[in-house]
């Protein structure tokens, strides 16, 4: 969650409310238009807020499968596309770090969000969370596509990376995979060998954090394996504990968090306190603030 927007954002923006008719699904925002066409639309149809450069290798990847959902979703939301090097005000008001970020707007307020160019079954499962599509077809197509595996995600960007070689946006999305993937070394030499602009982006920052954390999946089961371990043994502390990395660095922080709140409650001492450790060490790796506020006050309720 990316916190909220209120419908009077416009008044700080300066932009005063204009009528306009739409006639696309995807439409082009800046300051002028961001309060009628986002906030006050919201309020009839959910808006998809896409902030890119035309220089973010990313948001190649990312827009167009954007655009593929907003025509598949026949109007279920539009798409407003926001060119953060035009619109710099605007961008700064949401406090905008990295690109692409995604931010889905309802009913005038931010209602979730994402950073980062996001494989096309993701983002279905993303939109799913939120929307109804206008008829049957996207419901169908979804079922169909499969979230990407870090694994296939590594072979993709390899593979973009060998046709084009002067994307070094590129190495920093291998190196993001290769850690969800538990290749900490490999995702390491990655890191360092991305060029200056690029090490000091907020999601290579962010990485050099997560990579303690998954230096200890270097020759780790497999998720599917630990998830049986933790069913056929519920004491089994190194397999929660390992799949709490796993899934912290995959697409369910939450239920790692979990993992680890369990064994703090039921093994505070395994591995010299190691829950409690890898509680602190995961709330510096994430983004969400309202999640790592919560699972902290979880854990102080535990704690003392």
């Known amino acids: 969650m990316l916190g909220c927007a209120p419908i009077w954002l416009g008044i700080i923006l300066g932009s005063p409310f204009v009528n306009a008719t739409v006639t ?30 035309t220089w973010c290798g990313p948001c190649k990847s990312l ?13 279920a939301f539009r798409l407003g596309k926001v060119d953060v090097d035009k619109n710099q005000e605007l961008a700064g008001v949401f406090g905008i770090r990295s690109i692409p970020t995604v931010m889905l707007v309802k ?12 494989p096309e079954g993701q983002l279905r499962e993303f939109l799913s969370r939120h929307l109804q599509p206008v008829d049957g077809d996207v419901e169908e197509v979804f079922e169909e596509a499969a979230p990407e ?8 960007l390899q593979q973009a ?11 920093l999305d291998l190196a993001i995979a290769l850690a969800q993937a538990g290749r900490a070394s490999a995702a390491e030499a990655e890191l360092n060998a991305l060029p200056a602009n690029l090490a000091t982006d907020a999601r290579a920052v962010r990485l050099r954090n997560q990579l ?5 999946l270097e020759g780790a089961p ?3 394996t630990l998830q049986h371990r933790v069913q056929a043994n519920p004491k089994d502390w190194e ?27 039921k093994a505070r001492d395994w591995n010299d306190g190691q829950a409690k450790k890898r509680l602190l060490a995961a709330f510096n790796t994430l983004e969400d603030a309202e999640l790592v506020g919560r699972y902290r006050r979880r854990m102080a309720s535990l704690l003392f």
């Not at 209602?111 to 160019?117: E, H, I, Q, S, V």
């Open 24 to 53: 696309s699904h995807i439409f082009d925002v800046d300051q002028n238009n961001f309060e009628a066409e986002v906030l006050q639309a919201s309020l009839k149809t959910p808006v998809l807020v896409d902030f890119w450069a």
């Open 63 to 75: 827009g167009p499968l954007l655009e593929k959902l907003a025509t598949e979703y026949n109007g």
């Open 107 to 118: 009913d005038g307020q931010i209602l979730d969000g994402f950073a980062g160019a996001l």
């Open 149 to 156: 595996t870090p694994e296939q995600a590594i072979n993709r």
């Open 161 to 171: 990376i060998a046709a084009e070689p002067d994307r070094p946006e590129l190495k």
């Open 212 to 216: 303690d954390l998954s230096r200890s």
């Open 222 to 224: 497999a998720l599917e």
């Open 239 to 265: 397999a929660h504990d390992l799949l709490g990395v796993r899934l912290l660095l995959g697409n369910d922080p939450a239920a790692g968090l979990e993992h680890w709140l369990l064994m703090l409650e």
